[in-house]
């Protein structure tokens, strides 16, 4: 047999209610709420003469709740809970200015921050980075945008082309020194550092040459930053990407290997979530990044 159904009360007594039922006080509540005590009183009135329960027992100056109104806070502070939660997620993704953002360190550290006071001066946004080398699901989480390094498509997602990208190898003046490559059997003498863990770089290099290289060593890291400083610390050579590494080669902590550079399939990509919203936003964050992108 079905149960009759009962209406619920509106939604705005409930703020009074949990804050009163937390301070066991209704001047308490009134100034959490910025509202009188009266005003705090009467919503708590209208709520239980709406459910037709008694939800505060009223003893002298003493305010506690009833065993019903126990039962109906528990559900009454999840519901004002999760109306927050899922407020706030509402705004960030349709009225905040601002844009969640992931990268790689290496990008945002040479890159993006560099010149990001240039960005928010232009345009008023607001950019909160969040820095990772693990490939982000836009739609799994709470961020707008991602720079990808990558081959499109990417589904469910919009990608615009940041950027080309050349790849060469890559050593400190002294590791290049003292393993100077001039012919096939130099390149047994070598330690290779891997930039991630997923894919063999170096195989690239290999099909370009049309030889296996047979290095005596590999170095894997996980992360784009932390090949950059084995590399300039002399512990064997990289595939550095073009042009976001063209200021460790100006600066001389980096030497190209005979100045020869490959075209790589993947690029540079600004990738974001769908939002009618934000477009215009994204538009200026593309503009803007396109720019950095060429004047590493």
Same mark, same amino acid.
Do not use: C
């Given at each position: ?27 308490? &509540? @009134? ?5 009188? !005590?009266?005003?705090?009183? /009467?919503?708590?009135?209208?709520? #239980?003469?709406? %459910? ?92 707008? &945008? @991602? ?5 499109? !498509?990417?589904?469910?997602? /919009?990608?615009?082309?940041?950027? #080309?990208?050349? %790849? ?129």
């Amino acid at each position: 047999m079905s149960h009759p159904a009962f209406p619920s009360p509106p939604i705005q007594y409930l703020p009074a209610f949990v804050a009163a039922a937390e301070h066991n006080s209704f001047k308490l &509540a @009134a100034e959490q709420l910025n509202i009188t !005590p009266s005003a705090v009183s /009467q919503q708590i009135k209208s709520l #239980e003469t709406r %459910i037709g329960l008694t939800l505060f027992s009223r003893q002298g100056k003493e305010l506690k709740l009833t065993q019903a109104g126990e039962r109906f806070y528990q559900f009454a502070a999840t519901t004002l809970m999760h109306y927050k939660q899922g407020w706030q997620g509402f705004a960030d993704l349709y009225i905040a200015k601002h844009i969640r953002i992931s990268m790689t360190d290496y990008v945002a550290n040479r890159i993006v921050i560099p010149r990001l006071a240039e960005f928010v001066e232009q345009t008023g946004i607001q950019l909160d980075i969040h820095t990772s080398s693990d490939y982000q699901d836009l739609q799994a989480n709470t961020l707008d &945008a @991602a720079i990808r390094f990558g081959t499109p !498509p990417w589904p469910d997602h /919009q990608a615009r082309l940041l950027s #080309e990208v050349d %790849i060469a190898a890559v050593g400190s003046p002294g590791y290049l020194r003292q393993h100077p490559i001039n012919n096939r059997r130099d390149w047994r003498k070598q330690t290779l550092i891997h930039t991630r863990r997923s894919l063999n770089d170096w195989q690239r290099v290999e099909q370009a040459l049309g030889y296996p290289l047979n290095a005596k060593q590999h170095l894997w890291f996980d992360s784009y930053e932390s090949a950059v400083q084995a590399s300039k610390n002399g512990l064997g050579l990289m595939l550095a990407s073009f042009p976001i590494s063209e200021m460790d080669i100006r600066s001389g902590e980096l030497q190209t290997l005979r100045d020869k550079r490959f075209a790589s399939e993947e690029k540079f990509y600004l990738i974001t979530k769908p939002n009618d919203q934000k477009e215009k936003r994204y538009q200026q964050l593309y503009n803007w990044l396109q720019q950095v992108f060429s004047e590493p």
